[in-house]
């Protein structure tokens, strides 16, 4: 066999190599292509999965009646209407300051949808007040914000329709200075010089309180 015949063979050869490559090679990139095109086919019952979630949402609504409804049970025995808080003195004064601080700090957890409110009954020193309190039913729906004054002063001093017995202190909410306060041109500018100066001019000071028996009255009366 000559050297050409050799060459036409190896050339023959050679096509048939490259031809049956290509031809191995073709369906890899066809079956490439449906990959791609059923990519979206994958996707797609994603979303509709996650669709059923989105759906089950008025189940949330559904509850959401029952939880509307809760308050209107309830929550506790008292208070089942508003709660008068009594003042004995005028507006602006203060215990009247100390009464609404206090029914205002209170309001902010009043449960039941229920109020504290002030009512300012003035007269007496605060007897009056206190003796709308013991007079009241026992219910927890009548209280007073008050000093020693009206609850210590007034009965020992002067009797009043109440005492000890027929009213109780819940709890002390808060605590009040008393203070002797002058006129800045007195000749006098703290209590030693005051006691020397009363002494020196028997029976000229005066002074005045904010009610008789109440303790600013008898704290005074004590010193004097």
Not at 90 to 99: E, F, L, P, R, T
Not at 202 to 211: M, V
């Amino acid at each position: 066999m000559s050297k050409k015949s050799i060459v036409c063979i190896v050339l023959a050869l050679v096509m048939c190599i490259s031809l049956a490559a290509c031809t191995s090679s073709a369906p890899a990139t066809s079956s490439a292509a449906p990959a791609q095109t059923e990519a979206p086919k994958a996707e797609a019952p994603k979303a509709e999965a996650a669709a059923p979630a989105q759906a089950e949402a008025p189940k949330a609504e559904a509850a959401a009646p029952a939880q509307a409804e809760a308050p209107a049970a309830p929550k506790t025995d008292w208070p089942q209407k508003a709660v008068k808080v009594y003042c004995g003195y005028a507006a602006g004064g203060s215990d009247d300051i100390i009464a609404r601080t206090f029914v205002d700090a209170v309001n902010r957890v009043m449960p039941n949808g229920q109020v504290m409110f002030v009512e300012n009954l003035k007269g007496a020193s605060g007897t009056i007040a206190a003796t709308e309190v013991a007079k009241a039913e026992p219910d927890g729906y009548t209280l007073m914000c008050c000093g020693t004054g009206v609850l210590c002063g007034q009965p020992l001093t002067i009797g009043t329709e109440y005492d000890g017995t027929t009213v109780a202190v819940i709890c002390q909410i808060a605590n009040i200075a008393q203070a002797m306060v002058v006129r800045a041109d007195a000749p006098y500018d703290d209590l030693e010089g005051w006691v020397k100066w009363c002494k020196e001019h028997p029976g000229e000071f005066t002074y005045a309180t904010s009610g008789k028996n109440g303790p600013g009255h008898i704290g005074s009366s004590a010193v004097a």
